[in-house]
């Protein structure tokens, strides 16, 4: 007589009551769509890897305290998506911060090399403005402000509602201004 395999909501409840190994066998059940899903969503093994690694984790956390309603595969899944749309999130925002190196030519009509120097030195101070700000307001104003992304746009990159972005772009702005106003045109340094 053939031994009757344990369904998936059988296997959560054995994990949720504290047996380990149901969660390898679920794991192990499902592997290689999830694997699947995290070689789609990274750019290379070790990235994909990671994400895999840190959604099955996240998704334990929840199968330990019983929180996985539906199938523990969609459920995983959808972990699997949002984890590596976090990590491609975090690695666009690095990539298009990375520092652009400017150099300096004399050509006639073009900037004198004091001017050049004086435009790298304000390039420099905001963006390390633009890093001082928590992360959320500093991706809303790099995406809008820098990159020219609408809200919708940039609600969708950041996973928000537009609301969101524009609450974090309000608040964002509001602290570059206070920290920028040195910049002003018209303003004078007191001496």
């Known amino acids: 007589m053939l031994a009757r395999l344990q369904t998936d909501h059988e296997l959560l409840d054995l994990y949720a009551s504290g047996d380990e190994d ?7 059940r499902h592997r290689r769509r ?8 990274g750019w290379d093994l070790q990235q994909a890897e990671d994400i895999l690694v840190e959604a099955m984790a996240a998704v334990a956390v ?7 309603n539906g199938s523990f595969i969609g459920y995983a899944l959808t972990a699997v998506h949002h984890r590596g749309l976090h990590v491609l999130e975090r690695s666009n925002e690095k990539r298009a911060r990375a520092a652009i190196p400017l150099t300096l030519t004399l050509v006639s009509g073009g900037p ?3 001017e050049a120097a004086s435009r790298l030195d304000t390039r420099t101070e905001v ?15 790099y995406l809008v402000d820098c990159q020219g992304m609408t809200y919708k746009e940039a609600a969708m990159a950041l ?3 537009e609301a969101t972005v524009k609450r974090r772009l309000r608040s964002g702005r509001r602290t ?5 106003s040195h910049l002003r045109p018209g303003h004078r340094v007191e001496e």
């Open 22 to 28: 149901a969660f390898t066998t679920l794991y192990k």
């Open 34 to 41: 999830l694997w699947g899903m995290a070689r789609k969503m």
């Open 62 to 68: 929840q199968a330990r305290r019983g929180r996985i």
């Open 112 to 114: 004198n090399p004091e």
């Open 127 to 141: 963006g390390a403005a633009l890093d001082a700000l928590p992360q959320d307001e500093s991706s809303a104003v």
């Open 159 to 161: 996973s928000c509602s």
């Open 176 to 180: 570059l201004a206070t920290t920028l």
